[in-house]
């Protein structure tokens, strides 16, 4: 060979080459890392991910365009600038919205109780805390030094003891960087059993209810999700991740750790991660589940991951509640918080391993779970035995 400069070339060629190899393989090798599941439940390379972001008009991101639908959602999201604030214990503003859409809705009368029930309070949503008596109870701030990593935030009703406890007992149970927190409505419902004093006391034992005085039927969910973003501004604001589940659903608490721990950092902003819904419509068979008449909502929904159990970063949370100020109520506490992610121009992430209507007859064979992150529903006694079987050294699967 008489050409040094060539040899020079081709050695600093061949050298690049082997960077890039060596650059695609390692960050593959760290995308597989983060979480062993199903291919394609971490989309790589990993895009930027968008910071949320609030435009003074949502109708483009909320998908309205003219000529508008007239069902009343879509009519009230097209002039929203903001809901009504102020407190429900006033018969202010928020029940004169309400009222207003009573007598809009040309077919209110024939709609289901609680849709009708929904509507008429559905501006209002700033309700003081249930204080189980003399000041006690008070669930206590997390304060700089150990704000959690993830916070489990788990929506119960008063009367489900038991799942509460079960959850105490398994995944919810003390663990570095984690706290547990109950979401309820008020414990005297609407011509039920008054259990104030055994919340009371649970309330003093464990100190992990965070209670409010509004009735705890199911929609009335989303006034759980608006309370807990609220108190976390004041009392969390530290909080790195969120989880959002009902207390019928199982969680391997250390596999989330660990895919949460890997995620490339720019996610963890706007993360809203779960078991994601991209085509859903309204259902419009009327006494059926998730009714939803087509005076109230036209058009499908947005993308949004099922209510069971999501996770979202903690840094969304201040966003979400903006956001709400400027969305109109929708009776279900999932799709509502798809909408307010869309309007804040995020996206959810899918992920496999999150499965909110976990088949019966899964739940005997803890092998089943290998992969999985979140399954529900479970009751009590079976997420007792599966936590004990996964427990055991050296399942075998
Ligand atoms: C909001 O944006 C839409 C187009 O996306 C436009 O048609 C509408 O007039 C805007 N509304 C206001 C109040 O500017
Ligand atoms: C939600 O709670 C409020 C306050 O207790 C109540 O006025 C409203 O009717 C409840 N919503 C439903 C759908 O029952």
């Not at 004169?96 to 009573?102: D, E, L, T, V």
């Not at 790195?240 to 250390?254: E, G, I, M, P, S």
Request: net charge neutral; with cysteine; glycine share 10%.
């Amino acid at each position: 060979m008489h050409c040094p400069k060539c040899l020079l070339c081709l050695s600093a060629l061949l050298t690049l080459l082997g960077l890039k190899v060596y650059i695609e393989w390692t960050s593959e090798a760290w995308l597989g890392k983060a979480y062993p599941g199903p291919p394609g439940t971490l989309p790589g390379p990993t895009p930027a991910s968008p910071e949320p972001t609030l435009p003074a008009n949502l109708s483009a991101r909320l998908g309205q365009t003219v000529p508008l639908p007239s069902a009343y959602w879509n009519q009230q999201q097209w002039r929203l600038g903001a809901l009504p604030s102020g407190d429900s214990s006033e018969a202010g503003d928020c029940r004169a919205w309400g009222n207003a859409a009573a007598t809009e809705i040309p077919d209110f009368a024939t709609y289901p109780e609680d849709l009708r029930r929904f509507v008429l309070s559905a501006a209002c949503r700033s309700f003081p805390q249930w204080l189980p008596g003399s000041g006690s109870g008070q669930v206590a701030s997390c304060t700089d030094t150990d704000a959690p990593y993830l916070l489990l935030a788990v929506k119960s009703e008063p009367g489900r003891f038991a799942e509460r406890q079960a959850v105490r007992e398994t995944w919810g149970g003390p663990a570095p960087g984690i706290r547990l927190l109950f979401l309820l409505g008020s414990p005297v419902g609407e011509g039920g059993p008054d259990l104030s004093s055994l919340v009371a006391w649970e309330s003093r034992r464990h100190n992990d209810l965070l209670l409010w005085d509004f009735f705890d039927v199911p929609f009335n969910r989303t006034l759980k999700d608006l309370q807990l973003l609220a108190w976390l501004g004041r009392h969390c604001p530290g909080v790195n991740f969120v989880l959002l589940a009902q207390d019928d659903a199982f969680v391997r608490t250390h596999a989330l750790l660990d895919h949460l721990q890997a995620l490339p950092p720019s996610w963890a902003r706007g993360l809203y991660l779960g078991e994601v819904f991209t085509e859903a419509k309204p259902l419009r068979k009327h006494g059926g589940p998730f009714y939803v008449p087509g005076s109230f909502y036209e058009g499908g929904y947005p993308a949004y991951a099922s209510g069971g159990g999501y996770i979202i970063a903690g840094p969304l949370a201040p966003w979400l509640l903006r956001a709400a100020a400027r969305v109109a109520p929708f009776p279900f506490d999932d799709v509502y918080t798809g909408l307010c992610v869309r309007a804040l121009g995020l996206e959810p992430r899918a992920h496999k391993g999150f499965f909110t209507s976990w088949p019966a007859d899964h739940t005997a064979d803890p092998c089943t779970l290998q992969d999985l992150l979140l399954v529900r529903p479970l009751s009590p006694q079976d997420s007792i035995r599966l936590w004990k079987h996964l427990r055991d050294p050296q399942p075998q699967c």
